[in-house]
C-alpha cells in the first residue's frame, strides 16, 4: 500500500526537545494504538523505562487520537 507520508503524519509531538546530537537511541520502539490502547501503550512504555534505565530508548506512537489532558 503506497501513501504519501504528509498525509498520514500530521503532527508530531516531540516530549524531549533538548535531546543532544551525541545522544542517539539504542533501541526504537514504535506503538500503533487507538483510542482504547493509549492506556496500555502508556503502562507499556514505562515497564520498558523502568526495566532498561541504561538503555537510551526512543518510543514512537502513532494514534489518531491525543487528549491534552
Known sequence: MYFEKHKVI???LCLTPNL???CHPKFHIAYGADKNFL???GISITSIALH???NNNCFHIFTDYFDHE
Request: proline share 0%; with cysteine; net charge neutral.
Open 10 to 12: 500530521t503532527q508530531k
Open 20 to 22: 543532544h546530537a551525541d
Open 39 to 41: 492506556y496500555g501503550c
Open 52 to 54: 532498561n534505565i541504561n
